[in-house]
Protein backbone atom coordinates (compact mmCIF):
# COMPACT_ATOMS: atom_id res chain seq x y z
CA UNK A 1 0.00 0.00 0.00
CA UNK A 2 1.54 3.52 -1.05
CA UNK A 3 -0.28 6.44 0.02
CA UNK A 4 0.58 9.96 -1.45
CA UNK A 5 0.05 13.65 -0.18
CA UNK A 6 0.49 16.63 -2.51
CA UNK A 7 1.26 20.18 -0.93
CA UNK A 8 2.53 23.63 -2.19
CA UNK A 9 -0.69 24.36 -4.79
CA UNK A 10 -1.97 28.08 -4.89
CA UNK A 11 -2.61 30.91 -6.27
CA UNK A 12 0.16 32.76 -8.78
CA UNK A 13 0.00 35.20 -11.59
CA UNK A 14 1.21 34.63 -15.13
CA UNK A 15 4.91 33.89 -15.62
CA UNK A 16 5.33 32.96 -11.49
CA UNK A 17 6.63 29.80 -10.06
CA UNK A 18 5.71 27.23 -7.45
CA UNK A 19 6.81 24.45 -6.09
CA UNK A 20 4.52 21.60 -5.67
CA UNK A 21 5.53 18.33 -2.93
CA UNK A 22 4.29 14.81 -2.96
CA UNK A 23 5.32 12.99 0.53
CA UNK A 24 4.94 8.95 -0.13
CA UNK A 25 4.74 6.66 2.69
CA UNK A 26 6.90 4.08 2.22
CA UNK A 27 10.41 4.06 0.43
CA UNK A 28 9.95 5.62 -2.61
CA UNK A 29 13.25 4.64 -3.62
CA UNK A 30 11.49 1.76 -4.35
CA UNK A 31 8.39 2.78 -5.97
CA UNK A 32 9.18 3.25 -9.46
CA UNK A 33 8.21 4.93 -11.42
CA UNK A 34 6.34 7.91 -9.97
CA UNK A 35 5.07 10.91 -11.63
CA UNK A 36 2.66 14.18 -11.66
CA UNK A 37 -0.96 14.53 -13.61
CA UNK A 38 -2.78 17.44 -13.80
CA UNK A 39 -6.62 17.56 -14.57
CA UNK A 40 -7.98 20.73 -15.87
CA UNK A 41 -11.78 21.60 -15.45
CA UNK A 42 -13.68 19.81 -18.04
CA UNK A 43 -10.75 18.06 -19.77
CA UNK A 44 -9.42 14.51 -19.20
CA UNK A 45 -6.69 13.95 -16.84
CA UNK A 46 -3.02 14.42 -18.40
CA UNK A 47 0.53 13.45 -17.72
CA UNK A 48 2.43 16.31 -16.61
CA UNK A 49 6.22 14.58 -15.92
CA UNK A 50 6.86 11.64 -14.88
CA UNK A 51 10.30 9.74 -14.02
CA UNK A 52 11.70 6.07 -13.88
CA UNK A 53 15.42 4.90 -12.66
CA UNK A 54 14.65 1.47 -14.39
CA UNK A 55 17.31 0.19 -16.72
CA UNK A 56 18.92 3.53 -18.07
CA UNK A 57 15.96 5.63 -16.42
CA UNK A 58 13.97 8.11 -18.31
CA UNK A 59 12.37 11.43 -17.43
CA UNK A 60 9.31 12.14 -19.64
CA UNK A 61 7.50 15.81 -20.01
CA UNK A 62 4.50 17.07 -21.49
CA UNK A 63 5.32 19.01 -24.40
CA UNK A 64 3.28 21.78 -23.02
CA UNK A 65 5.47 21.74 -20.10
CA UNK A 66 8.85 20.93 -21.32
CA UNK A 67 11.95 23.55 -20.23
CA UNK A 68 9.15 24.95 -17.51
CA UNK A 69 8.67 22.14 -15.26
CA UNK A 70 11.02 20.25 -13.58
CA UNK A 71 10.34 16.93 -11.58
CA UNK A 72 12.77 15.50 -8.83
CA UNK A 73 12.88 13.51 -5.87
CA UNK A 74 14.38 13.23 -2.36
CA UNK A 75 14.58 9.65 -1.24
CA UNK A 76 15.50 10.56 2.31
CA UNK A 77 12.77 12.89 2.54
CA UNK A 78 10.37 10.01 0.57
CA UNK A 79 8.86 13.21 -1.18
CA UNK A 80 8.78 13.75 -5.11
CA UNK A 81 8.80 17.40 -6.56
CA UNK A 82 7.54 19.20 -9.41
CA UNK A 83 9.22 22.46 -9.76
CA UNK A 84 6.89 24.90 -12.01
CA UNK A 85 8.26 28.45 -13.16
CA UNK A 86 7.11 30.72 -15.89
CA UNK A 87 4.07 29.58 -15.51
CA UNK A 88 0.54 29.74 -17.30
CA UNK A 89 -2.91 30.86 -17.01
CA UNK A 90 -3.17 27.12 -19.12
CA UNK A 91 -1.21 25.70 -16.44
CA UNK A 92 -4.09 25.90 -14.24
CA UNK A 93 -5.35 22.57 -13.04
CA UNK A 94 -5.86 20.01 -9.82
CA UNK A 95 -1.97 18.45 -9.66
CA UNK A 96 -2.01 14.91 -8.98
CA UNK A 97 1.00 12.56 -7.59
CA UNK A 98 1.16 9.13 -9.34
CA UNK A 99 3.37 6.33 -8.46
CA UNK A 100 3.50 2.35 -9.57
CA UNK A 101 4.01 -0.15 -7.43
CA UNK A 102 3.31 -4.22 -6.95
CA UNK A 103 1.37 -3.84 -10.25
CA UNK A 104 -1.01 -0.81 -9.25
CA UNK A 105 -1.53 2.55 -9.33
CA UNK A 106 -1.83 5.50 -6.79
CA UNK A 107 -2.93 8.59 -6.16
CA UNK A 108 -2.86 11.34 -4.47
CA UNK A 109 -5.98 13.37 -3.53
CA UNK A 110 -4.87 16.51 -5.51
CA UNK A 111 -3.38 19.95 -5.09
CA UNK A 112 -4.94 22.83 -6.96
CA UNK A 113 -2.87 25.42 -8.79
CA UNK A 114 -4.32 28.69 -10.24
CA UNK A 115 -2.84 30.80 -12.68
CA UNK A 116 -4.70 34.42 -12.93
CA UNK A 117 -3.33 37.46 -12.19
Known amino acids: QVQLVESGGGLVQPGGSLRLSCAAS????????MGWFRQAPAKERELVAR?????????NYADSVKGRFTISRDTAKNTVYLQMNSLKPEDTAVYYC?????????WGKGTLVSVSS
Open 51 to 59: FTTRGNGNT
Open 98 to 106: WAYYGGMSY
Open 26 to 33: GRISSIDP
